[in-house]
């Protein structure tokens, strides 16, 4: 799988990085919640959910692939 420091959709805004190391992304499958089309939005997206409540999260499609996969225990299903 891929990583951000060599993806077209990952970049600085000029040199200023709140995190050092730290980048955009940029991609059309990021999706903020408010830009939302749920009868487009593919599996593979991530939606970023701003909940001045709980704080930010992501919601991620069925297909979306994550680097940070940790598998279900064998025979454990949703």
């Not at 951000?4 to 805004?13: A, L, M």
């Not at 959910?49 to 454990?76: K, R, W």
Request: glycine share 10%.
């Amino acid at each position: 799988m891929g990583r951000c420091w060599n993806c077209k959709h990952w970049r600085q805004p000029g040199d200023w990085s709140a995190v050092k190391g730290f980048a955009y992304c940029h991609c059309p499958l990021m999706v903020n919640q408010n830009d939302f089309d749920y009868d487009n939005q593919p599996l593979s997206g991530v939606i970023i959910e701003d909940d001045f409540d709980c704080g930010e999260e992501l919601l991620t499609g069925p297909e979306f692939g994550c680097i940070h996969h940790s598998p279900l225990p064998e025979g454990e299903t949703k």
